[in-house]
């Protein structure tokens, strides 16, 4: 699920802590996109935990509830319910580790070495970063669509009425207040006030006001989640 830091709706990173089945640290407030593939994600928590990708597994958990095994490699760490503040188990035999080492992290030379880290498979078969072809169709692909998103955003004007669909949200309506970039945030995005207080900020984020609005009434999403049209304020009995 996107989150936006502050009170928007539009980023792709979630903060969580990592523990492991080792000993009682944690690593507190990791970001990490939720883009990232299960095995991507692994990758990661090698370089933090000490063990290895081929063989850890992961556990989600909320407080000390657990709230779902992380098992499917292809999967994207977004899919899961996972929510700023959880806590991310890592279970592992760690034979990287060291005892009475309250924090271990392996250098990025010494990940190098590794001949059984996720990093060794991808650079051995091509895969991910690794696979130039791949990575050149993903930078067009990013390319193309920024561009079809400018266009949009070029036809879109302040005032507009238009309709909002996102991820995990009841399609809401509303009217354009701002296009453009929001700071500290990549890409463009469209501040709309809603006619209901279905938002989550008053037309500001991280501290910087882009308009006016009731508080919950305002939101920043991405271009693609706008359609512009002609759709006039819904009409409700004040008793049913």
Known sequence: MMQFTNGGECSDMVTINISNSHNTTVSFERKYSHSLTI???????????GGCAATMQLELYS????????????????????EDGMRVHVIDNFQFMQENVSKFELSQEEYDKKTDSVRSFLRKNRLGKYNEEEMVKLELERKRQEEEDRQKLDEMAIGSRCRVTTKGQPVRLGTIMYKGPLDGKPGMFVGVRFDEPLGVNDGSANGKRYFQCDPKYGSFVTVKAIEVGDFPPEEFDDEL
């Open 39 to 49: 095995c991507e994600f692994k990758a990661k928590l090698e370089t933090i935990t």
């Open 63 to 82: 407080g000390n509830r657990l709230i779902a095994k992380l098992d499917d490699n292809e999967r994207s760490l977004g899919s899961y319910a996972v």
